[in-house]
């Protein structure tokens, strides 16, 4: 046993040295030197598992793969370029990440390649972070792709520490919103270098004065976020990402050989900076995002701020408890990956300044640092703005429970909730009352975006209407105000004021929109608690041409009780099956929830009154059958349609003393209490 053990010390100390030698002198050199291995030394160090690893990456079939897989791509930082794309919902940062792709080479399966989540390809938005590498002039970009929404505005926060430079992609017609002063304040605050990409030029309505017209409101919005001398000296370029193309110059019909995306990349070349970073420091990795794989369990994904990295490293995990580090897990670096396209691409080492995903470790999280052995110190984490709202998921106690769903108990649902905000940092969840969890989040379409993949996974729970977080400062009582910005047309102009008035909003612009005729556009500053359940309302109030974006504004002063935004509800008082003849009798009481033949229980909300009290009907009586013939007697039964709610709005619709009751099938609204003498005695009480 002591000769091949003596052999292989002996290769991976020939190896160390070498290798650190020619790193040490020159780079190119390095890379000359671990290139040149010739056939005959391939086999020999295919011996040694170890010293083949360290070299695996250095005999490339292709020039394509020594392109990919070189030491001096992977360890040269100044030909990297870390790069987020971020910009507004619908503004085409999903779709010009598609045209990058390609135009880089990579094999899109479909359309919106980076919207892997089935919810994301169902709903047309993006959710989740993600992060791609592509090569163009010898150089590696790693973009970062982001969710434009306010909602989940951690997504964006998580990851902007890991890029030097932005893509802030701007609807040429629509001009800056809500949302894209969101995403811009992250990005400034941090230091990144955006560029301003103008997209959908292509558009009969956009003029080369419109663009102008955008381009000197973002410098306003710039200027007014505090952005630096260098961060307002960004360049412009003008897109069409649909098509295709990006210009520096305006166009709406470049040259055949110009449409491309070739200027778009050239520019994150020469105007974003590279990472500053120092390999020859010990390894340090700050974790931005974390998945699970079946074989290889944790996944952690992080920008490498120092050292380098090598398949087989031991290394640890790190996090800052009471301003000290503390060591989580030991462990060795089983896999290194890299996503290169729309693929996942294993690499034997990675340097400084790049985004690399580590398996091997299986307690570090998102924000804990994983270094090598001998560091015991912890990079700085993001910070994220505080959520806004709040929501109360328990166990499904209806009369209905546990017919669909395979996860019912208050233990898997908390085991659920508990791993959502380990990998998703903008939800908090807090252990509550008899087998409860109040659920904090950013606003109700990221909570519903939760609920709806618990659903899809077998589980049945109760929902509490969402509740806003208030803050008390100097013994004021302050709450979550946002900024909001709609888009009508003339003629319901009124009815959007008067709605939102009643929801304590205050106008503060109201003007024309340019290029549109018989259009206005309002910014208004509204509660966060007057803005649950509106975006249904307002959809019916404007006949569906309405355009409404909101985004975190800051906490004011709390500005009173809201107004009446809702009406009573129809309540069942009968157990069974819901009757085409009882319902009938129902349709002049209000609109209906339910059909003819759905399950209904004491308890359940089948309606909405049309007064603004509730009643107590009984959806399930059936017909009584005589002998008695007459010639009306057995008419036929035209019932409404009912109005079959979402789950957005069944949480934008619930009041406070209603629950929402999901299971895999069906969404029901239900009365907290199901008993009807409950519920008379607890709505004496005085209410908080």
């Known amino acids: ?35 040149s291995s010739s056939s005959s030394s391939r086999s020999f160090l295919h011996r040694f598992s170890y010293f083949s690893r360290a070299f695996s990456a250095a005999a490339p079939a292709s020039s394509a793969a020594t392109s990919a897989t070189s030491p001096g791509g992977a360890l040269d930082p100044s030909r990297l370029r870390n790069v987020a794309v971020i910009a507004h919902v619908d503004h085409g940062k999903t779709t010009l990440m598609d045209r990058l792709l390609r135009q880089c080479g990579a094999d899109i399966p479909h359309e919106r390649a980076m919207d892997s989540i089935t919810l994301e390809r169902e709903r047309g938005i993006t959710i989740a972070s993600k992060v791609t590498s592509i090569s163009w002039k010898e150089n590696e970009l790693n973009m970062v792709d982001t969710p434009g929404h306010a909602d989940f505005g951690g ?188 693929n996942m691409v294993l690499t034997e080492y990675a ?15 998102i924000g804990h640092t994983v270094a090598t052995a001998e560091v015991m110190s912890v990079l700085p ?12 998921f328990g166990v499904n106690d209806s009369p209905l429970a546990g017919r669909d769903g395979t996860h019912l108990t208050g233990g898997r649902i908390g085991d659920r909730l508990m ?16 087998e409860s969890f109040e659920v904090q989040g950013r606003g109700e379409l990221q909570l519903g975006i939760l609920i ?53 909003a205050e106008v503060t612009d109201m003007g024309p929109v340019s290029g549109a005729v018989g259009r206005t556009r309002l910014t208004l500053t509204c509660p966060s608690r007057g ?22 504004l800051s906490y004011e002063k709390f500005r009173g009780p809201l107004g009446n935004v809702r009406k009573g509800v129809l309540v069942s008082m009968g157990f069974g099956t819901t009757t085409a003849h009882a319902l009938m009798s129902l349709e002049a009481r209000g609109i209906l929830f339910v059909s003819p033949g759905m399950e209904a229980y ?47 709005e069944a949480i934008g619709y619930v009041a406070s003393d209603e629950l929402i009751e999901v299971t895999p099938k069906a969404i029901r609204l239900r009365k907290k209490y199901l008993d009807v003498n409950k519920r008379k005695a607890m709505s004496k009480k005085p209410k908080e």
């Open 1 to 35: 046993m002591a000769g091949p053990i003596l052999l292989r010390s002996l290769c991976s100390s020939t190896r160390k040295s070498a290798s650190s030698f020619y790193r040490s002198s020159s780079p190119s050199l390095y890379s000359s030197f671990t290139s």
């Open 155 to 342: 997504e964006v926060e998580r990851v902007v520490g890991m890029v030097e430079g932005a893509v802030l992609v701007v609807d040429a017609g629509e001009g800056p919103l809500a949302q894209t002063k969101f995403v811009l304040a992250k990005a400034l605050k941090y230091g990144l270098r955006p560029i301003l990409l103008l997209n959908k030029v292509d558009r009969p309505a956009v003029t080369e004065e419109m663009c102008d017209e955008v381009e000197s409101l973002v410098f306003d919005l710039f200027a007014n976020l505090g952005a630096t001398e260098e961060q307002l000296d960004f360049p412009v370029l003008y897109a069409s990402a649909k098509e295709g193309w990006a210009s520096t110059t305006y166009t709406k019909d470049p040259p055949a050989e110009a449409k491309n995306m070739s200027e778009l990349l050239d520019a994150i070349v020469s105007h974003v900076p590279p990472p500053n970073a120092n390999t020859d420091a010990p390894f340090q990795m700050l974790v931005s995002m974390m998945e699970k794989d079946f074989y290889l369990g944790r996944i952690l994904t992080g920008r490498i701020y120092t050292g380098v990295v090598r398949v087989g490293d031991r290394v640890h995990g790190l996090r800052n408890k009471d301003s000290v580090a503390e060591k989580i897990e030991d462990g060795k670096v089983v896999k290194l990956m890299k996503k290169k396209g729309t």
């Open 351 to 365: 340097g400084a300044g790049d985004i690399i995903s580590i398996a091997g470790l299986a307690t570090p999280s």
């Open 381 to 392: 984490t993001v910070e994220l703005d505080p959520p806004t709202i709040s929501m109360t």
């Open 419 to 434: 791993a959502e905000a380990e990998t998703n940092l903008a939800i908090n969840v807090l252990p509550g009352l008899s």
């Open 452 to 504: 709806e993949n618990m659903r899809r996974e077998g589980f049945e729970l109760s929902v509490s209407p969402p509740k806003v977080m208030y803050k008390t400062e100097n013994g004021q009582r302050l709450e979550p105000i946002e900024e909001v910005i709609i888009e009508v047309n003339d003629e319901h102009v009124g009815l959007v004021m008067e709605a939102l008035s009643h929801r304590r």
């Open 531 to 552: 803005l649950v359940g509106y975006r249904s309302v307002f959809s019916s109030d404007t006949r569906g041409t309405g355009f409404m974006h909101r985004a975190f």
């Open 602 to 648: 004491d308890g359940m909300i089948v309606g909405e009154h049309s007064r603004d009290t509730d009643l107590d009907v009984n959806p399930v009586r059936a017909k009584e059958l005589t002998n008695i013939r007459a010639a009306t007697k057995d008419e036929n039964v035209k019932l409404s349609p009912p109005r079959l709610m979402t789950l957005e």
